[in-house]
């Protein structure tokens, strides 16, 4: 369950609160605003603690001021932003992070949160609020559904009450609130799609996942079974899914804004629920991890989820071609020649690149589709991995304009993408004797030759593909994303969405 977000006429020094959370640049000496407010009434407390020295205010540093009944709130949760010329909404992202870790800790089930937490350059206080807020809401993510024992989950924050001096304020942070709420939702749908284990997640109990989330929200669903897949020609989405005795789907979810609107944006997720290599196998070490092969499908449907509950002035189609890639008896195996739905064929040299194959298919579906422009995102390559690690993702595509777009929306969200060159010299590593190329090339730049092989099945439309094999997945906590499934994508591809459809 995501945290509720409310907003509330009040004072924040007159107000019952368990805590209240706020955040200070570094060595501000000047208090001002709210906070001075708080200081005043509790008798100096938050500026003595600065004169101690004992809280600077740097970049993700928690202190608590108990007020001894000075005030009527009870704790003041102060946070570090760093220094004040260093600021940016990551960073406020990342201080709302470690306000609610720390009151999460504490037990607390109720924060506050005051509406005008900074002035600084170039951020006005609303953008600022739903950093703080969302990096909050992202941080205290946890799936404890399987745990059972009641003792051993975490505490769970269920509610955030914004307290604004007025009406007039509260008309304004309105629309604020509520995209925080769809964001954090959309992100962790897509967190709990890449947490839950492959037995968790079968492609049909995605598929009905998808289902449920259409009739919620303003969405079509359409689910493409094998044997339809079959009847269409999708050739190489079937070998991959034929190692695996669980039924494969492809899932599509489309959003109408209304044929004002035009032609739709399509984006299409990876969606292996397991990654085994298939029978050429992966070693066995942190192989469970390949539960997170889905990621790509998995911000695909958080973000078509957000797209709806926000009523994005735009049509957009989300496809996640979804399936496992097991060895089984009837498995593709390396060497065997498969005809795509677009009528290339390909020779399989490893079936473990078996995402580029499942995209294959799903490029050339969408395009029957005649959209705008069409984003893919895939963990697709170890090598991505090497070359970004797991703070940005990999992009590269066939139009400038439309990659130019993605990046400012990384810019945007934070989550960050860097350009990879798609130099079609290297296709050559693709060249087979027998097919019309094969499924892996060397090693060397194994990111950019698995984008020139989706590259193929791309006739004309504008087309991005993002490489998360790095960010879908965090080893150890950061400053709002707990280890484990970011549900990295889903807050790029909203923040796109939205200024596309402008
Ligand atoms: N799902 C993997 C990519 C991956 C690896 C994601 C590690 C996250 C962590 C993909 O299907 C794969 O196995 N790719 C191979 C391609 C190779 C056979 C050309 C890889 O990267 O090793
Ligand atoms: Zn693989
Ligand atoms: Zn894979």
Not at 50 to 61: I, M, P, T
Not at 374 to 383: Q, R, S
Not at 401 to 428: C, H, M, N, R
Request: aromatic share 6%; net charge positive.
């Amino acid at each position: 369950m995501i945290i509720k977000f409310k907003s509330k006429v009040g004072n924040v020094v007159t107000e019952k609160a368990e805590a209240i959370l706020f955040p200070l640049f570094e060595n501000s000496r000047e208090l001002s605003g709210t906070i001075k407010q708080l200081d005043k009434a509790s008798s100096g407390l938050i500026q003595s603690l600065l004169d101690s020295g004992d809280f600077k205010g740097e970049r993700g540093k928690t202190s608590i001021i108990y007020t001894q009944g000075a005030i009527s709130v009870k704790r003041i949760i102060l946070v570090g932003l760093g220094k004040r010329d260093e600021f940016d909404l990551d960073r406020m992202r990342g201080s709302g992070g470690a306000a609610f870790e720390y009151a999460r800790n504490l037990g607390i089930k109720k924060v506050f949160v005051p509406a005008n937490l900074v002035e600084a350059e170039g951020v006005n206080s609303e953008e600022g609020l739903e950093a703080f807020l969302t990096g909050g809401a992202l941080m205290i993510y946890q799936l404890d559904e399987f745990i059972t024992n009641e003792k051993e989950k975490k505490n769970r924050i269920d509610e955030c009450v914004v307290i604004v001096k007025n009406r007039k304020e509260a008309g304004k942070i309105k629309e604020t609130i509520k995209r925080t709420a769809v964001i954090s939702s959309a992100v962790y749908l897509a967190r709990d799609l890449v947490s839950l284990p492959a037995n968790k997640k079968t492609p049909s109990i995605l598929a009905n996942k998808a289902r449920s989330i259409a009739r919620k929200n303003k969405l079509k669903c359409r689910i493409i079974t094998e044997a339809q897949a079959r009847k269409m020609d999708m050739g190489v989405f079937l070998a991959v899914a034929r190692g695996s005795r669980e039924p494969a789907k492809v899932i599509v979810l489309e959003y109408h804004a209304g044929c004002d609107y035009g032609p739709p944006v399509v984006l299409i997720g990876k969606g292996i629920t397991f990654d085994s290599g298939g029978i050429s196998l992966k070693p066995a070490e942190k192989m469970e991890r390949m539960k997170d092969d889905m990621a790509g499908g998995a911000a695909v449907m958080g973000a078509m989820q957000a797209a709806a509950q926000m009523e994005i002035p735009l049509n957009v189609i989300g496809i996640i071609p979804a399936t496992e890639n097991l060895p089984g008896g009837k498995a593709y195996k390396p060497g065997d020649i498969l005809t795509s739905l677009s009528g290339q064929t390909i020779e399989v040299i490893s079936t473990d690149a078996e995402g580029r194959l499942i995209l294959a298919d799903a490029l050339t579906y969408a395009e029957r589709f005649k959209p705008q422009c069409i984003v893919d995102l895939a963990t697709l390559t170890g090598a991505c991995i090497i070359a970004l690690g797991d703070y940005i993702a990999g992009i590269m595509g066939n139009d400038d304009s439309l990659i130019t777009k993605l990046k400012a929306a990384g810019e945007k969200t934070g989550e960050k993408v860097w350009q990879l060159p798609l130099a079609e010299k290297y296709f050559d590593y693709l060249r087979s004797d027998i097919a019309d190329m094969k499924n892996v090339g060397e090693r060397a730049a194994g990111t950019i030759t698995a984008g020139l092989f989706l590259k193929k099945f791309v006739k004309d439309t504008p087309w991005v593909h993002l490489d998360i094999a790095g960010p879908a997945w965090f080893e150890k906590d950061k400053e709002y994303t707990p280890k484990g499934a970011s549900g990295f994508g889903a807050r790029l591809l909203i923040e796109f969405l939205r200024d596309w459809g402008i």
